[in-house]
């Protein structure tokens, strides 16, 4: 008895043209749901063209740009050393009032004489105590630059070769650090995790047209008709998911091609692939899974469409946010970090910036890919366990 049970779960129909059926009926009933292929093809591609414009500064190098009114009462070599400086320097807009600066320098008479004279720094707008800390350190720099400069100058006529000397001294901040970054902490361009995020949101709300295709056939007892055709369980839900599978490659292409050439004409950077395309296929494969897997155990668990819905959204949401899909994860606290490991979101994500952002291969996304995977087969299963009480139930 349960060698013929353990038969009728795994058993595959010989009859292809039910099967053929199925297929074809289950991307009928996607096709004719226009809210869902808007929710699946057009909303994720106007939120990634949206979020890459919006956000574009917020992914870039933080260049500061300080502006900067500089009153000049000393009129000597240094002050005007001083000046241009200050106006070759691209971190410094130099304004010739004091009306819409930041800062106001005042430098005083017999400034170039008298060396226990300060600068006279007044602050106009509402800047925190860190700006003006970096402020001063990369004006001392200038100033400390022009006092070399008149040095220079005064005794060239002793000395040219001492003169150079001075004239060679870099006081800058770059010239005391070499600084590198660690490749993991590299921050995507607002193009990349867009891209990603959509990719992975977008898998993942499946759910809506599966939910009502599933509400449907419980309310008209569909899944108690065809066990009784003899079809296997595990035929009957791999073949209604197969268009969903489907579904989800087409999604990555949109996705991907709207990175490539429809971003860029809202003056953001366009998408840039350094990765393997094989990686990026495993990946997408894996989380197509995941997104089947799961979307499926939800349908089934809920007795109504709404239900499903509402629960796939909760669930997209909060795994969404643990997983850096709403949120990047570079932006989120440590203590919320440490949870993200847990989120398929999050495999899925750091698996794509990977492959845009890292040069990644199939071996260094492998692990997000088969946990991606594993999620998918067990959540899968486990719908398949429920439906067979549906059915057994007589739904």
């Given at each position: 008895?349960?060698?013929?049970?353990?038969?009728k779960?795994?058993?595959?129909?010989?009859?292809?043209?039910?099967?053929?059926?199925?297929?074809?009926k289950?991307?009928?009933?996607?096709?004719?749901?226009?809210?869902?292929?808007?929710?699946?093809?057009?909303?994720?591609?106007?939120?990634?063209?949206?979020?890459?414009?919006?956000?574009?500064?917020?992914?870039?190098?933080?260049?500061?740009?300080?502006?900067?009114?500089?009153?000049?009462?000393?009129?000597t070599?240094?002050?005007?050393?001083?000046?241009?400086?200050?106006?070759?320097?691209?971190?410094?807009?130099?304004?010739?009032?004091?009306?819409d600066?930041?800062?106001?320098?005042?430098?005083?008479?017999?400034?170039?004489?008298?060396?226990?004279?300060?600068?006279?720094?007044?602050?106009?707008?509402?800047?925190?105590?860190?700006?003006?800390?970096?402020?001063?350190?990369?004006?001392?720099?200038?100033?400390?630059?022009?006092r070399?400069?008149?040095?220079?100058?005064?005794?060239?006529?002793?000395?040219?070769?001492?003169?150079?000397?001075?004239l060679?001294?870099?006081?800058?901040?770059d010239?005391?650090?070499?600084?590198?970054?660690?490749?993991?902490?590299?921050?995507?361009?607002?193009?990349?995790?867009?891209?990603?995020?959509?990719?992975?949101?977008?898998?993942?709300?499946?759910?809506?047209?599966?939910?009502?295709?599933?509400?449907?056939?419980?309310?008209?007892?569909?899944?108690?008709?065809v066990?009784?055709?003899?079809?296997?369980?595990?035929?009957?839900?791999?073949?209604?998911?197969?268009?969903?599978?489907?579904?989800?490659?087409?999604?990555?292409?949109?996705?991907?091609?709207v990175?490539?050439?429809?971003?860029?004409?809202?003056?953001?950077?366009?998408?840039?692939?350094?990765?393997?395309?094989?990686?990026l296929?495993?990946?997408s494969f894996?989380?197509?899974?995941?997104?089947?897997?799961?979307?499926?155990f939800?349908t089934?668990?809920?007795?109504?469409?709404?239900?499903?819905?509402?629960?796939?959204?909760?669930?997209?949401?909060?795994?969404?946010?643990?997983?850096?899909?709403?949120?990047?994860?570079?932006?989120?606290?440590?203590?919320?970090?440490?949870?993200?490991?847990?989120?398929?979101?999050?495999?899925?994500?750091?698996?794509?910036?990977?492959?845009?952002?890292?040069?990644?291969?199939?071996?260094?996304?492998?692990?997000?890919?088969?946990?991606?995977?594993?999620?998918?087969?067990?959540?899968?299963?486990?719908?398949?366990?429920?439906?067979?009480?549906?059915?057994?139930?007589?739904?």
């Open positions: 008895m349960l060698k013929n049970k353990i038969n779960f795994f058993a595959i129909s010989v009859d292809t043209s039910v099967s053929k059926a199925m297929i074809k289950e991307f009928l009933l996607i096709l004719r749901n226009r809210a869902a292929l808007f929710l699946l093809f057009i909303f994720p591609s106007i939120m990634i063209v949206t979020l890459s414009s919006l956000t574009k500064d917020v992914y870039k190098e933080k260049n500061m740009k300080f502006s900067l009114y500089i009153k000049d009462k000393d009129k070599a240094i002050s005007k050393n001083l000046l241009k400086l200050v106006d070759d320097d691209k971190s410094f807009k130099l304004l010739k009032n004091s009306k600066a930041e800062f106001v320098l005042e430098i005083p008479d017999q400034y170039s004489r008298d060396t226990s004279l300060k600068l006279n720094l007044k602050i106009i707008d509402s800047i925190n105590s860190e700006q003006v800390e970096i402020f001063k350190t990369m004006l001392s720099a200038h100033i400390i630059s022009a070399f400069k008149t040095m220079a100058h005064s005794i060239k006529q002793f000395s040219r070769k001492a003169a150079k000397k001075i060679s001294v870099d006081v800058s901040v010239a005391f650090y070499a600084v590198s970054f660690d490749k993991a902490k590299n921050i995507p361009t607002s193009t990349q995790h867009s891209v990603a995020t959509w990719i992975v949101l977008s898998f993942f709300l499946i759910i809506v047209p599966m939910s009502s295709i599933y509400a449907n056939e419980l309310s008209m007892k569909i899944l108690t008709r066990d009784a055709m003899n079809i296997s369980l595990y035929e009957m839900v791999s073949l209604r998911n197969i268009p969903y599978f489907v579904i989800t490659q087409i999604q990555i292409l949109i996705m991907i091609f990175g490539f050439f429809l971003v860029p004409l809202f003056d953001a950077p366009s998408l840039d692939i350094s990765g393997s395309i094989l990686a296929i495993v990946l894996s989380l197509a899974i995941a997104a089947v897997g799961m979307s499926t939800i089934v668990v809920t007795h109504s469409s709404g239900q499903a819905k509402m629960l796939g959204l909760v669930t997209i949401s909060i795994l969404g946010f643990l997983g850096g899909a709403i949120i990047p994860k570079f932006a989120m606290p440590e203590f919320i970090q440490s949870y993200m490991e847990f989120s398929p979101f999050s495999w899925a994500v750091d698996g794509f910036v990977s492959v845009f952002l890292k040069s990644a291969n199939v071996l260094m996304i492998i692990d997000d890919a088969w946990k991606l995977a594993l999620f998918g087969v067990l959540t899968y299963f486990l719908a398949m366990f429920i439906i067979k009480l549906h059915i057994k139930k007589g739904f």
